[in-house]
């Protein structure tokens, strides 16, 4: 099993619709997930951070945590054409309990928002 | 979040050649971290780099292959050694917020073709 993994797609909805985007990750003690949008040919951009369980809401972003089930998402409500990139799920996997480790991206879920 | 600065944006290389990409902050920072994301490829740790230390390198990833230096708290530079097509990818440098794995954020990244 990998260590992330994002719903497959790529993703298509209609400019106004809500787009949902999924990640579920295998560590049971990881605590920060993270979600970035990467433009094609830019670097990622960070969109939202989330650390407990629940949601969290930013604009048009809500980022939703369920770490019993190991399970994060992303809604964009509201989809704009500009949304329209690859989205990346992000998860700090620590190093033997430590704060330190590293960020563990998922594959990437592309999504098109068409007029 | 910080301002990084990654040079050179891009660059076209025969193989057998070196490159030294290099990553500079507008602040100091504990760790830095450079990933590489091959084409259509979400993005891979290849070495944490902590100022006065060595490079820790992940699985795959070997210090003769990509050499990293860290002279200071603002800035580290990663080698792409004896080059080959495969290692045709876009690097990228990354630094964290705060300490403990808060938020990442990239500079621009560098995109490697070799020919």
């Known amino acids: 099993q990998k260590e992330v993994e994002q719903n497959s797609g790529p993703l298509s909805v209609p400019e106004g619709a809500i787009a949902s985007l999924n990640c579920t990750y295998s560590d049971r003690v990881s605590q920060s997930f993270f979600w970035y949008r990467q433009y094609s040919g830019k670097s990622p951009e960070l969109i939202m951070s989330?650390?407990?369980?629940g949601d969290k809401e930013d604009g048009r972003f809500t980022a939703q945590l369920n770490k019993a089930s190991q399970y994060v998402s992303l809604l964009i409500r509201d989809s704009q054409p500009s949304d329209s990139a690859t989205y990346l799920c992000a998860v700090f996997i620590s190093a033997g309990g430590t704060s330190y480790g590293k960020l563990t991206f998922g594959q990437g879920t592309i999504l098109t928002v068409h007029p | 979040s910080a301002v990084i600065s990654q040079k050179p944006s891009r660059d076209i290389c025969q193989r057998g050649t070196s490159l030294t990409i290099q990553c500079q902050v507008d602040?100091?920072?504990?760790?830095m971290f450079w990933y590489r994301q091959q084409p259509g490829q979400s993005l891979t740790l290849i070495a944490t780099a902590n100022q006065g230390s060595e490079a820790t390198y992940e699985s795959g990833f070997v210090i003769d292959k990509f050499p990293i230096s860290r002279p200071n708290l603002t800035f580290s530079t990663l080698t792409v050694s004896n080059m080959s097509p495969e290692d045709s990818s876009i690097y990228l440098c990354?630094?964290?917020?705060?300490?403990?794995?808060?938020?990442?954020?990239f500079g621009q990244g560098t995109r490697l073709t070799v020919v």
């Open positions: 990354s630094v964290e917020r705060g300490t403990g794995m808060t938020e990442a954020f």
């Open positions: 602040s100091q920072v504990t760790m």
């Open positions: 989330i650390y407990s369980n």
